[in-house]
């Protein structure tokens, strides 16, 4: 079994929804040892939650705060954003952070805040998927450098070249969320980078998800990620022996910082804490 990496997953919303106390959290998460540092992707969310803070700011904010984790959103919902934007965007983000970025995508969901309803955007799940798979296209298209003439369902790129490109080649590490039991998101994030099961309740649920991910992938799994979220009291190892490469910490909605705090306290998983550097840059706030 290969080292389990771990990282904090934060819900951007009240106290976490000062992007200078995140970008802080994730200074002492890579003190401590810590592998990552993920943000949840949201325009709103269902009361009691009133404050909302935007995810790729935030991330900007952990970029430079920051010289070792991986961060990223997890996931965006790409069916409400255009993606050329979203191409530079992550461009940007990643040679910001000099090639830490990884992209997490999914549909996306209503039932939370009416993120979709209550901007008029796409509902409809099927549509979303296609609208994701297109996008994703657009994206690896404007990460090689090359001109993009893209003219689909829902999107138009009317040759444009994305320059600079991002740091990591051939491209951004992508990893697609989706319930273990639906074949769709399994087969889509076969052909990415990773995946990011929803809802998993079981190690064995967990390992069938992996071995349906390494036949699609015709056994070829020695750089793919799979990441699960579980709560800070729960074991991740068995979770690890069932094929996850990454944890993520899984905090309700309106956490509080000081939560978040003793749980970046007790430290990662199988992880020896490193010194920080002495030439290290402050962090935003600090």
């Known amino acids: 079994m290969s080292r389990l990496r771990s990282a904090l997953w934060l819900p951007l919303f009240d106290e976490l929804a000062d992007p200078r106390a995140v970008a802080n959290l994730a200074a002492d998460a890579e003190e401590a040892g810590w592998d990552g540092c993920f943000v949840w992707d949201h325009l709103s969310w269902r009361e009691p939650v009133q404050q909302v803070a935007d995810s790729w700011t935030t991330l900007a904010a952990?970029?430079?705060?920051?010289?070792?984790?991986?961060?990223?959103?997890?996931?965006?919902?790409?069916?409400?954003?255009?993606?050329?934007?979203?191409?530079?965007?992550?461009?940007?983000?990643?040679?910001?952070?000099?090639?830490r970025l990884t992209l997490g995508v999914g549909l996306g969901s209503d039932r939370f805040g009416g993120e979709l309803s209550r901007t008029g955007e796409q509902l409809d799940d099927r549509q979303r998927g296609r609208m994701l798979d297109e996008s994703l296209a657009i994206l690896t298209a404007a990460w090689s450098g090359e001109p993009v003439r893209h003219r689909g369902e829902h999107y138009t790129v009317d040759d444009i070249t994305f320059l600079p490109q991002p740091v990591q080649r051939p491209g951004v590490p992508v990893w697609a969320a989706g319930f273990p039991g639906n074949v769709k998101p399994i087969r889509r994030a076969a052909r990415l980078d990773g995946f990011f099961p929803i809802n998993l309740e079981h190690p064995d649920q967990l390992a069938e998800v992996a071995g349906a991910l390494t036949e699609l992938r015709h056994g070829d799994m020695g750089s793919y990620d799979i990441a699960v979220s579980l709560p800070a009291g729960v074991d991740p190892l068995p979770y690890a022996a069932a094929g996850a490469t990454w944890w993520?910490?899984?905090?309700?909605?309106?956490?509080?910082?000081?939560?978040?705090?003793?749980?970046?306290?007790?430290?990662?998983?199988?992880?020896?804490?490193?010194?920080?550097?002495?030439?290290?840059?402050?962090?935003p706030g600090a």
């Open 62 to 99: 952990i970029a430079t705060a920051t010289e070792r984790l991986r961060l990223g959103p997890m996931v965006a919902t790409l069916a409400r954003r255009r993606p050329a934007k979203v191409a530079r965007e992550t461009a940007t983000l990643d040679r910001l952070s000099d090639g």
């Open 248 to 283: 993520l910490t899984e905090f309700d909605p309106g956490v509080r910082l000081d939560t978040v705090r003793g749980v970046l306290r007790d430290g990662p998983c199988q992880r020896p804490r490193p010194h920080r550097h002495p030439d290290r840059v402050g962090r």
